[in-house]
């Protein structure tokens, strides 16, 4: 990939997708779970332009969705609306409505409140709102507490007895189908055993409800499946699979799996360019106009991403790379291993697919970078860097006199 000649095309920071890598790990998933009925739902919220969704539409994905905003991306981009699910714990009566109305497969149930609203909404509209319930397994995923989500101690989803109870609620309604169960219990997993053993816990408690005569459908296993930043083991994808048929033990519900990071994190790359070095006492810096704002996840989580230097500097140092936002915690790596540096080079941020653009903001009235989609060997703009006159828009005609 010619790096310099799209810096020199597009400018920096920029954020940039392998489209046939994209392609690849879709299938690869898609067809570890072979010869079963299964629905690969990508997480949108991991990288939601229009362009790459419009990409995995065209293999037949699902999406999985966490505002009704990107439904209606999904929907944009030529998605099967069977095949959208609509997540998200803290769901408005106005999104609820919109969904039963846009008829997509299933709303995902995060509490016994939120299902009192679903019912009260699909009546006020004389319809059936298809959910299903996500179940907290409590199972420690072994990742980073950020993205932990199926313990006790997290805002998603409800305990088995509450799920029990809710099912039958649902069964008993006029205007709920529960066709799904749930559960999702973290991202960036390596350890595939957790999940497993969730697997089992849910794949139980549905054996429960099908003797309530409750036809659960559709066995949604959620996400997190990782990838690998700096050292980690790849998951094998197989024994991924294996392990979730064999919790289900022969029982003919299609599998939903949400992938979002597996798909997309390793596809994308962050390049920015080095605007000065610096040295304070014996500290060396390397300041480049990518930051926290484009890529916050080293900020957020102390998440590590590779770098790599496109230059033929010898004499490899420990610097901090940083950006220019106003803040001690802008940086994309800390104490690495850099050659000498002068300004223009750039910079190569890898596995910045996932969580990378979609996590950006306009802090210090910074745009956002543009994004360029590569495929078989040729590039294109898939969206425009961000000007000044876009921040403002929305605020121009209130200033006042």
Known sequence: MDYKQLAKTYETPLYI?????????????????????????????????????????????????????????????????YKIIYSGVGKQDS?????????????????????????????????????????????????????????????????????????????????????????????????????????QIVSNLMRELKALEIDIKFFDIGGGVGIRYKDEKNVDLYEYAQGILSALKGQDETIVCEP??????????????????????????????????????????????EIEALADGLNLSKCDIVGPICESGDFLGKDRDMPELKSGDLLVVKCAGAYGFGMASNYNSRCKAAEVAIEDGKARLIRKREKFEDLVANEIEFIGE
């Open 95 to 199: 999104e609820i409505k919109d969904a039963i109305n846009a008829n997509i497969l299933m709303i995902n149930v995060e509490s016994s409140a939120e299902l009192d609203r679903i019912e009260e909404i699909a009546k006020s509209l004389d319809k059936i709102a298809r959910i299903s319930i996500r179940v907290n397994p409590n199972i420690d995923p072994k990742t980073h507490p950020y993205i932990s989500t199926g313990l006790n101690e997290n805002k998603f989803g409800v305990n088995i007895n509450e799920a029990k109870k809710m099912y039958i609620k649902a069964k008993n309604s006029q205007f709920l189908n529960p066709i799904g169960i749930h559960f999702h219990i973290g991202s960036q997993l390596i350890d595939i055993m957790p999940v497993h053993e969730a697997a």
């Open 260 to 305: 979002g990071r597996f798909i997309v994190g390793e596809s994308g790359v962050l390049l920015t360019k080095v605007l000065y070095e610096k040295v304070n006492n014996d500290k060396r810096f390397v300041v480049v106009d990518g930051a926290m704002n484009d890529l916050l996840r080293p900020s957020l989580y102390g998440a590590y991403h």
């Open 17 to 81: 997708y392998d489209f046939n890598q994209i392609k690849k790990r879709y299938l690869e998933l898609k067809n570890s779970f072979a010869g079963r009925k299964s629905l690969v739902c990508y997480a949108v919220k991991a990288n939601s332009n229009l362009s790459l969704l419009k990409l995995l539409a065209n293999l037949g994905s699902g999406f999985d969705c966490v505002s009704f905003n990107e439904v209606r991306r999904a929907i944009l981009a030529g998605a099967d609306r």
